[in-house]
């Protein structure tokens, strides 16, 4: 018993010099966070180059598609048809219906391409702003009702905003300490294994991306926040993007935030952020 | 050829698996006792951002079948829900402290 204990502790010992040797400061004050930053994007896409040399990088927003040919030619036969077509007609509905003191969504974003400017960091509320925090907070401005952010005429409204903007390019900034921080936070949350199963959102959009985890091809991580909201088959609804981040922490048995939790922003804002130099083609279409 | 991030995984795979053997265990001799602990334990893993997806379900069920008399079932709930917990707080704070070693290179 002694001696187990005293292994144990070796080990514990051992491991954990290892570990604090080899770990780099994950946050680091006064430096220049878009060469930093920058540095990370050129890695991260590096990784899908060499994993999928045949596929080009701006095919990536369209996810598992980029990746998988069979699966590609049935999503472009649905794409004939494209399932989110009402919903997006839904939200320009919505859109341009007045709110009750007469103002609308186009008081606070014009004609509604304004998807490359989320999500972005505000300086003087210190946090991530992403576009559905966006919408509501326009409707409380107005003295509407924030609306659920999962489904429904949120995602219906995003969707159409997404619809106007496609084609404007990713280009999200990290320019000062707290929005580091909050791209690090993103960047911890992407990287860490977690619920029962002991995954990380790495683990299937990095390393297992082009291979089969059941009878499923999980998406490359490079463009995964472009064609947000997406009308997906098994929801058979439109979702956001928070929406499917709760199904995957669900589906690896961890507890899932609430949509637009800061956890969630701060991943949807590295997210973005990897992605860099692609375009939005928002709404989309999945299994 | 051994890889770093083998290396690695493995050390941090023996220091999550001597954490979980040092950790000292519930102390509960009775299902309201076990319930509480499992509860607390919970929390800690919810306070560092890592709880698990079925633990609460677990506490849930645990009350419920002290509230119907059935003792010995509340207790292996509570103490299933504890155990649940126990490791997620320890993934948890091992994710906090090294999850850069886990990025794909």
Request: proline residues 4%.
């Amino acid at each position: 018993m002694f001696t187990t204990r005293i292994q144990l502790t070796l080990s514990l010992t051992v491991a954990t010099l290892v570990a604090s040797a080899c770990m780099p400061m994950s946050k680091k004050a006064g430096m220049d966070y878009p060469a930093l930053v920058q540095d990370d994007v050129t890695t991260f896409q590096a990784f899908f180059e060499k994993r999928f040399p045949d596929t080009e990088k701006a095919d990536y927003i369209n996810g598992v598609y980029s990746i998988d040919a069979d699966a590609r030619s049935q999503w472009e036969s649905l794409e004939e048809f494209p399932p989110y077509e009402l919903s997006v007609d839904q939200g320009k509905a919505l859109y341009e219906t007045p709110f009750a003191n007469g103002s609308s969504y186009a008081t606070c974003f014009g004609d509604g391409a304004v998807r490359s400017q989320y999500p972005y960091y505000d300086e003087d509320r210190a946090m991530v702003i992403t576009l559905e925090l966006a919408i509501n907070e326009c409707r409380t401005a107005n003295g509407e009702k924030v609306l659920k952010y999962k489904k429904g005429d949120l995602a219906k409204v995003s969707a159409y905003m997404s619809f106007v903007s496609r084609g404007q390019a990713i280009n999200v900034d990290v320019a000062s300490e707290g929005a580091y921080n909050a791209y690090m936070d993103g960047k911890e949350f992407f990287y860490s294994k977690r619920g029962q199963f002991n995954i990380s959102c790495a683990d299937c959009h990095m390393r297992a991306t082009g291979f089969y985890l059941r009878a499923d091809v999980p998406s490359p991580g490079l463009g995964q926040t472009s064609h947000f909201p997406t009308f997906r088959t098994k929801w058979d609804a439109l979702g956001t993007l928070h929406r499917r981040y709760g199904g995957c922490n669900e589906n690896i048995r961890a507890k899932a935030f609430p949509a637009q939790s800061p956890e969630y922003r701060n991943l949807e804002y590295f997210q973005t952020v990897m992605s860099n130099g692609l375009v939005f083609n928002g709404p989309g279409s999945r299994k | 050829m051994i890889n770093i991030n083998t290396l690695l995984s493995s050390l941090v795979l023996s220091l999550m698996l001597a954490l979980s053997g040092l950790a000292s265990a519930a102390e509960a001799t009775n299902a309201t006792q076990m319930i509480a602990e499992a509860e607390a334990m919970n929390q800690a893993a919810a306070d560092v951002g890592f709880e698990w997806r079925d633990t609460r379900s677990y506490i849930a069920d645990a009350v419920k079948a002290l509230a119907d008399g059935k003792e010995d079932q509340a207790y292996q709930l509570a103490s299933e829900a504890y155990e649940q917990a126990k490791l997620a707080l320890i993934q948890g704070k091992l994710m906090r402290e090294n999850w850069q070693q886990y990025i794909p290179l």
